[in-house]
């Protein structure tokens, strides 16, 4: 049977990972997170105090970070870095920051893709990323280039660190949002766009349920089901 694959793009802080995961529970599919895993090698770089601006050390020093994707009891998605799990980890502001700059390089790139395609062969997938649609999966069967306005980003992204025990101000949120706005745009590798055959949803306007509701519908009419 063909599987089924969900791909959705769009900058951080748009709700990707949040909504990605509630669709795949609700239909049943594996919920794919790629920015984890750029940001589980970033996690390894960091350790081992290698300055991630550094492009050759980076990609030197890729082959010795294994990086593993495991589904717990919990259904959710760990990340396990040469054994360790750091899900936790990864979320730390300095490991974004890291991400932002390493995820630009050609080599870790190529490195990376066979993984998130291989994740995405066996079961129908709702996989995020910023270049699911165009490069990693481009005949995915149903792309959503999902999107909202940098300052709201910054609002939720303030309030989520906030909750997570790692407050940061708004201004600060929203100058680093803006920052790997342009990072993620402008890198000449798979840099962050809309596929042409995406449906874009704008979720500046909407809460967590009604963009829900609008990612099922646009779903559903693409599926044809
Ligand atoms: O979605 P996220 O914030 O967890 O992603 C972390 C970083 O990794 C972000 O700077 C963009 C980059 N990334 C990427 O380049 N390609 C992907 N498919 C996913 C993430």
């Keep these: ?3 089924i694959r969900i791909a959705i ?4 802080g748009a709700g990707k990972s949040t909504l990605a995961r509630s669709i795949a529970a609700k239909l ?3 919920y794919v997170d790629t920015g984890a895993i750029y940001r589980t090698i970033s996690c390894y770089m960091l350790e081992q105090g290698i300055d991630p601006t550094d492009e050759k050390a980076v990609v030197a020093a890729l082959p010795q970070a294994k990086v593993e994707i495991r589904y717990g009891a919990d259904g959710l998605q760990h990340m396990l870095l040469n054994g360790a799990d750091v899900t936790e980890r990864i979320r730390r502001p300095e490991v974004s920051g890291c991400a932002s700059v390493v995820s630009a390089y050609p080599d870790v790139r190529a490195h990376l893709l066979e993984m998130q395609r291989q994740m995405a062969s066996a079961d129908n997938v709702v996989m995020d990323g910023r270049d699911i649609g165009t490069v990693v999966l481009p005949d995915a069967e149903i792309k959503v280039f999902l999107t909202a306005s940098a300052q709201e980003r910054a609002r939720r992204r303030t309030l989520e660190l906030e ?3 790692t407050p940061q101000s708004y201004e600060t949120t929203l100058r680093e ?5 342009w990072n993620d745009t402008h890198r ?3 840099p962050l766009r809309q596929a042409a055959d995406a449906v874009m949803l704008d979720t500046t306007q909407l809460d967590f349920q009604a963009s829900e509701e609008a990612l099922l519908r ?3 009419e693409r599926s044809g089901t």
């Design 177 to 181: 949002i803006e920052e790997r706005d």
């Design 188 to 190: 000449a590798t798979a």
């Design 218 to 220: 646009i779903i559903q």
């Design 9 to 12: 793009d769009g900058p951080s």
């Design 1 to 3: 049977m063909k599987h």
């Design 28 to 30: 049943g599919y594996v």
């Design 163 to 165: 909750q997570r025990g």
